[in-house]
């Protein structure tokens, strides 16, 4: 069960989410909400009960040492409220791990938390590991389940079919039970997944200010987003076989029909991902 704090009346406020694990390549749609938790000075709200959801030999809890003494962490998912968002609607931020067990009932229990607070429009977020270059703009796709979604953000009706996270279950929760959803995904240079992608967050975190319609303090996001750039850049310089390799993903993507940044192929690298995924489902990307 969701543990509470109170609550502020919100104004229209949206819900934006993002799990670490499965669902989130090079940790850049995580790292999306702790940017907007930051910037935003959102305040932690609720938490759901570990036990309910979590197998701690998957995710297991942390200890630290706070003031002179040992403290155990649980791996959980966290509700926090941003009501300081420079624009005329507030923000629920849903910050967390994907849940190890009972999915349809974790959907179920965030959804109501969700009308509880008077959401009216859910964002879930992800990143995928594609065959893209990471020295151009990282593609970011943007889709929909309902009509009345597809027309409001202007995007495109899903059509994926195969094995999916605990994004894609929230968000055909949401949908079944009419609240408009729009869910945005990263490509991810593959070859780059394995650390944190901060131009990977930097697009998501501009498809969002594009779909709300809103401008989001970037912070240093530019920045790191130029450093990983640089560091991948050396990487690929340093072996003959990569350079090649990314030489040609650049070729791809520059001709004249740029089919690598259509839905259409951001979809098929994206089921190309989770059905390599499927032998492993409790992996990370």
Do not use: C
Not at 68 to 96: C, H, K, M, N, Y
Not at 196 to 201: D, E, H, I, N
Not at 252 to 257: E, G, L
Request: proline share 6%; hydrophobic share 40%; aromatic share 8%.
């Amino acid at each position: 069960m969701l543990e509470f704090e109170d609550v502020p009346d919100l104004v229209d406020p949206v819900l934006i989410a993002a799990f670490e694990g499965w669902n989130d390549a090079g940790e850049a749609a995580s790292a999306l909400v702790r940017h907007l938790s930051e910037v935003w000075d959102a305040e932690l709200v609720a938490a759901f009960d570990p036990e309910d959801y979590y197998d701690f030999q998957v995710n297991r809890p942390r200890v630290a040492v706070e003031e002179g003494r040992r403290v155990l962490s649980w791996p959980t998912t966290r509700i926090l409220v941003a009501t300081e968002t420079g624009f005329d609607r507030d923000v629920v931020l849903v910050q967390g791990i994907e849940p190890s067990m009972r999915w349809r009932a974790f959907s179920v229990e965030l959804l109501e938390l969700a009308q509880q607070l008077g959401v009216s429009t859910i964002v879930t977020i992800g990143a995928l590991l594609a065959d893209v270059p990471h020295t151009r703009p990282i593609p970011v796709t943007a889709t929909a389940e309902d009509d009345t979604a597809i027309h409001r953000f202007d995007v495109e009706a899903s059509r994926y079919e195969g094995p999916t996270g605990i994004v894609g279950v929230l968000s055909a929760t949401a949908s079944d039970a009419g609240v408009p959803t729009v869910s945005a995904w990263a490509a991810v240079p593959h070859y780059a997944g394995g650390s944190p992608s901060p131009k990977a967050t930097l697009s998501l975190l501009r498809r969002v200010e594009s779909l709300l319609a809103v401008t989001i303090d970037h912070g240093d996001l530019e920045e790191s987003a130029r450093a990983w750039e640089r560091g991948v850049d050396e990487l690929a310089q340093s072996d003959e076989e990569v350079a090649e390799y990314v030489q040609s993903l650049e070729e791809a993507q520059d001709t004249a029909q740029l089919p690598e940044a259509t839905g259409d192929a951001i979809a098929r690298e994206f089921e190309r991902y989770l059905r390599g995924r499927d032998d492993d489902p409790g992996g990370r990307p």
